[in-house]
């Protein structure tokens, strides 16, 4: 019985939530892709495709709004790396310790150029988390963080309409 109120409750959030979303146009898909990368679950690529098939937004500058957010959400981790605050990703993103070490000992090869795989779902918060860890260079690293997420979105965008071409 408390297992379907709280599912129940979680579907009203997620219902509300991307309502007050896809009301905000360019801004929610800027803010829910930010709020999908850092510490709220949510399917930023799910509501991606909403706002380019249901909403009917120019796809070009949906792209670049939800890389926005997604770099912005991704430097939230990124800035957490820097201040070493390794208790709060372990508490609050559930990365485990021993795979920060191990993404770290990666990033100091491949440095800032490693953010651009950000993108990959469970790779891409400890990569951010492993390259503030060393301090590397904000600009490089979120320049790099950017283009992973553009090539996301288009990736995205030309499978859905590929796909609605075929369906059609």
Known sequence: MELIYIQETVSQFYAGMSGVLMEGGYLGVFVGTMLATSFVPFPSSVLFVFFITEAHL????????????????????????????LRWLCTYARIKPRK??????????????LAFLSFLPGFGQTVSVALGLLRCDVLKTSTFIFLGKVVRYLVFTLVTFGVIRWFS
């Open 58 to 85: 120019n796809p070009l500058f949906t792209i670049l709004c939800a890389s926005a957010g997604n770099t912005c959400g991704s430097l939230v981790f990124f800035y957490i790396g820097r201040l070493g605050k």
């Open 100 to 113: 920060i070490r191990r993404f770290v000992k990666t990033a100091q090869k491949w440095g800032p150029p």
